[in-house]
């Protein structure tokens, strides 16, 4: 993990959220989170600076695209996991979309990771307040990209209804449900219609392609809305007691989970 890597040799790091799956102009990864470790902006970076890879000379600010996602080892752009301190370069420009390795130290996180959008902090307040979150289960219910037409997603439902069934949900356990896709949502409803339902800005905007990858003119609101809509539908999962999710893969609900035990730390707005 790139984070921990410039930690462990005291590098400065910039986290770059412009790439279309996190923003659509102004929105940028230091909108919700701080890191407490040196950073820089990109303007700081001087004129004459070298490159690894030489590809991001003069283009340091443009997004890496699914074009160039495409063409990154024709361009010799991927540098897989980054282990040694010294390249050649004053700058050193790592990607890590596509990956999807899980971060062996989850306290690491919320020893250097801090949630500073106070949108999501006064939401996150407001629900764990209101709902008995701490001894919920919490289900993710995942759909729209992940899903193979309307079988798929309704034995999908009805194995995420038996393994709810098996920890409880008819036992008077407080149930909340965040979602990506309506129309996995309305048959998860039909099985249990009184679990408390999240995700109003997911579920409105829900697309068979990923809500992810939806363009602006598609949404029916701006990608800072969906991103803290989402952030706070996260951390909403990681108060609940259990967390269960249609896909055993889900990094969204695995990564909740996880979190748990850390979550006042992370976010502790410092």
């Not at 890597?5 to 279309?20: E, G, L, N, R």
């Not at 080892?73 to 050193?92: I, Q, R, S, W």
Request: aromatic share 12%.
């Amino acid at each position: 993990m790139c984070v921990a890597f410039a930690q462990h040799f005291k590098i400065p790091i910039y986290v770059d959220w412009s790439d279309s799956t996190w923003s659509h102009g102004s929105e940028t990864f230091y909108t919700y989170f701080n890191l407490l470790m040196p950073t820089f902006s990109l303007d700081d970076i001087p004129a004459d600076a070298t490159y690894f890879p030489e590809y991001w000379k003069g283009r340091i600010k443009e997004p890496f695209t699914s074009e160039l996602f495409a063409k990154q080892t024709e361009l010799k752009l991927n540098l897989g996991v980054l282990t040694k301190k010294e390249y050649p370069a004053d700058v050193l420009v790592s990607s890590s979309i596509g990956g999807r390795s899980l971060f062996h130290d989850i306290s690491f996180f919320a020893n250097v990771f801090r949630v500073v959008d106070p949108r999501i902090l006064k939401a996150i307040t407001e629900r764990q307040t209101k709902y008995p979150l701490y001894k919920s289960l919490g289900f993710h219910i995942r759909g729209t990209d992940r899903m193979r037409g309307q079988a798929h997603r309704e034995r999908t439902i009805q194995y995420i209804a038996i393994n709810a069934v098996m920890h409880g949900g008819f036992n008077d356990i407080p149930m909340i449900t965040v979602s990506d896709d309506k129309e996995s949502l309305i048959l998860w409803k039909r099985f249990f219609p009184n679990t408390t339902i999240f995700s109003s800005l997911s579920i409105e905007n829900s697309s068979n392609k990923g809500n992810h990858h939806i363009k602006k003119e598609d949404l029916l609101v701006s990608k800072d809305e969906m991103n803290a809509d989402m952030l706070v539908d996260f951390f909403t999962l990681a108060s609940c007691e259990r967390v269960l999710s249609t896909f055993r893969d889900s990094r969204f609900a695995r990564e909740a989970d996880r979190l748990r035990p850390y979550l006042k730390q992370i976010l502790r707005n410092e």
